[in-house]
Structure formats: C-alpha cells, structure tokens
C-alpha cells in the first residue's frame, strides 16, 4: 500500500474512502512520448510481426507492396462492381473517351485473356471490325475510364488464354 492510501484508510476508515479508479494509476505511470496523442493508433508504417520476420530489405519492401496492392484491389472492387468473365465470354464495355470530350463509347468483343494481378488486374479483347479487320485491345480492369462492363453471351472454351483465335477466320471470333 502507498502512504497516501494507508493515511485515508486510517483517517476516515475503509468504507468511507472510495479506491481511486484503476484508469488513473494505468495512465499516470505510462509515459505518452511529446507529440503523440494517447489512445491513437500507430503509424502505417510501424512494424509489424509480418514485416519483422522478413529480416532481409527486397523481402520487406515486397511485402509492404503486396500488401498496398492487396488495399488498392479492394477498395476498387468496392466501388466497382462487374460481373464474373473469363476467357470465351462476349463483352461489352462502356468506355469514356477524354479525345471524345468524355462520351461514353461502347466497345464489343470476345475476351480472349484474362489476367489476374490484383490491383493490376487487366483483359484482353478481339473483334472483327467490317472494313477494318481484327482489332484486338487490353483493357486494365479498374481503370477510371471503364464506366461498365457487361457480359453478352459464353462460349465454350477448353483453354486460359484464347491466343490461337488471332490466326483464325473471323467467323470464330465475331462478337
């Protein structure tokens, strides 16, 4: 017991004297360094155990990458929402044009590749255009000029990737 607690125990006895409050003793003997305000969390860029373990520089530095990465594909997929395709699907994207003076152009094809990287995460179309021939464009997923996307029909397809199609009739591939 403290000197303070034995002189209010003795003075006015154990029942009149209430206990101080266990938050009083807890702040006052932790020390808040100058500048930082108590009860806030700490900076991004405090280490964690996941950074800790990885005690070599490239290791760390491609953990905190993968980790923004992994932040920016979310919040992304948050705010957009577009429906599951995969390679063989026919799509149809609505595209702002800055050229276009922002108007929304629409783009069809059959996506032939499809490639999942996160916050990187890109496709690939191809179609033939009457007069102009195959036209083949990629497209980053979420990218703030791909106002929708949606998908028209499915085919059948046996493979990942649809690169074959480019040596093809236009016929096979028509969207």
Avoid at 13 to 41: D, L, M, Y
Wanted: aromatic share 6%.
């Amino acid at each position: 017991m403290t000197a303070s607690a034995l002189h209010t125990s003795s003075a006015a006895g154990a029942a009149a004297a209430p206990a101080a409050p266990a938050e009083e003793t807890v702040s006052a003997t932790a020390p808040v360094p100058p500048g930082r305000v108590q009860n806030t969390p700490p900076p991004p860029w405090t280490p964690t155990q996941q950074l800790k373990k990885r005690n070599f520089l490239p290791r760390r530095m491609g953990h905190l990458i993968q980790v923004l990465e992994q932040e920016a594909a979310d919040k992304a997929a948050s705010e957009k929402k577009f429906p599951d395709f995969q390679p063989g699907d026919i799509l149809e994207l609505k595209l702002v044009v800055p050229e276009n003076k922002g108007r929304p152009a629409t783009v069809k094809g059959l996506c032939i590749a499809k490639k999942n990287r996160g916050w990187r995460t890109a496709f690939t179309i191809l179609n033939f255009i009457q007069g102009g021939g195959p036209v083949e464009r990629s497209f980053p997923l979420y990218s703030p000029t791909l106002q929708s996307l949606s998908v028209i029909g499915r085919r059948k397809v046996r493979r990942a990737k649809l690169y074959y199609l480019r040596d093809r009739k236009p016929s096979e591939y028509r969207a």
